[in-house]
């Protein structure tokens, strides 16, 4: 069977799907009576606009970087992992612990250990829903998604009950040390002289996603764990026949998917709230499925997809701070990016393909 080239599988089509589901967005914008290029034009400026923007956008997008990283490995074995949020929240916690129970000097000693707390918290987390599908046939689809309820009730009695700071009335730890805190956009940058706001979150955990794209690359496509991992997904029976055993394949990815949704914590706790909240997740490992599903499972596809809804994230808030349309708006564009790359792909997909390689026997 002929494939198409990577450009068009992983940016014209999903760029394709992505103007469709603007342009439904738009027809609702003018339903609530706004105009629609005034909508888009304050999304854009309010994202991407000024270094305040781009902060927060990119904020954003490192924490659907991770999340999107880790369905995507999932997606190779075709596991469709919809634990992260539990995953992330857990890896947050072990952030956390890592952070209150040292006394670090400097964050570029803190930074590594936390890097292990968050991954190891989020394989942890990972690893009983693996074990269930490997050893017992459970889906791993429900026993993801009963795993984040769990992780949800299990910190909200840790930080009630166990490491809330004492005489603080909020569910929250104590704010971690200096040497626990990551230099943020304005610091890095001042190190080379370029002036940047103060305020937004993005940190250098941002960086730290760029670098994990790009493991997850060779990993991918340059091991041989991710030829049986890719193999595995196309193929399970095939796969067995050349002796590859599911179980592994199953137990490793999973594990490698939760150890990224728990890196999320790098961002989230340790870069932004410097302390271990409810919620701190904030529904980022739901979209890192929209994410994984538009940027079609690839690094580089991901990364995009991520800055793509950190902007929507960004934009969105600006656009229901000045004007009359809900921020709730971007859930609905959110959510047609995922029918549209999801359910409905092949709507795209097969004319898309009968086109290319018409035009391609064409010039034969």
Not at 70 to 84: C, E, L, Q, T
Not at 140 to 163: H, K, R
Not at 273 to 292: C, H, P, T, Y
Request: proline share 4%; net charge positive.
């Amino acid at each position: 069977m002929k494939k198409l080239p990577t450009w068009i599988d992983i940016l014209l089509i999903p760029l394709i799907n992505l103007a469709i589901a603007l342009f439904l967005s738009a027809l609702v914008v003018l339903y609530i009576g706004e105009d629609p290029m005034d909508a888009l034009s304050i999304m854009i400026k309010g994202a991407i606009g000024s270094s305040y923007g781009w902060g927060y956008t990119l904020y954003y997008a490192t924490n659907f970087i991770f999340t999107g990283l880790a369905v995507s490995v999932a997606f190779h074995a075709k596991m469709f992992n919809i634990g992260g949020e539990g995953q992330a929240a857990l890896g947050g916690l072990g952030v956390a612990l890592v952070c209150l129970m040292f006394p670090w000097p400097h964050w570029i000693l803190a930074l590594p250990v936390a890097i292990i707390g968050g991954a190891v918290f989020g394989a942890a987390w990972a690893a009983i829903p693996a074990y269930l599908q490997a050893k017992r046939g459970s889906h791993i689809v429900i026993t993801t998604i009963m795993f984040n309820f769990m992780a949800s009730a299990l910190l909200v009695y840790l930080l009630v009950n166990v490491l809330k700071a004492p005489g603080s009335m909020a569910p929250e730890t104590g704010r971690f040390i200096e040497g626990a805190r990551l230099p943020t956009g304005h610091d890095m940058l001042g190190w080379f002289g370029i002036k940047f706001s103060k305020s937004p979150p993005v940190n250098i955990s941002f960086l730290i996603s760029l670098l994990f794209c790009f493991l997850i690359w060779f990993l991918i496509w340059r091991t041989k764990l991710g030829y049986e991992i890719r193999a595995f997904g196309h193929s399970e029976s095939a796969a067995k026949y050349a002796g590859i055993s599911p179980i592994k394949i199953i137990m490793v990815s999973m594990l490698i998917s939760g150890a990224l949704a728990g890196l999320m914590g790098i961002n989230s706790v340790m870069g932004e709230s410097e302390r271990l909240v409810i919620d701190s997740v904030q529904g980022a490992g739901f979209i890192g499925i929209a994410v994984a599903l538009m940027g079609r499972s690839h690094p580089f596809g991901v990364l995009l997809a991520a800055i793509l809804f950190g902007i929507l994230y960004q934009g969105g808030a600006e656009l229901a701070l000045w004007t009359s349309i809900p921020r709730e708006l971007i859930v609905v564009i959110q959510a047609l990016v995922i029918l549209l790359t999801g359910a409905l792909d092949n709507m795209i997909r097969m004319p898309i393909e009968r086109l290319y390689f018409k035009m391609v026997r064409a010039g034969t």
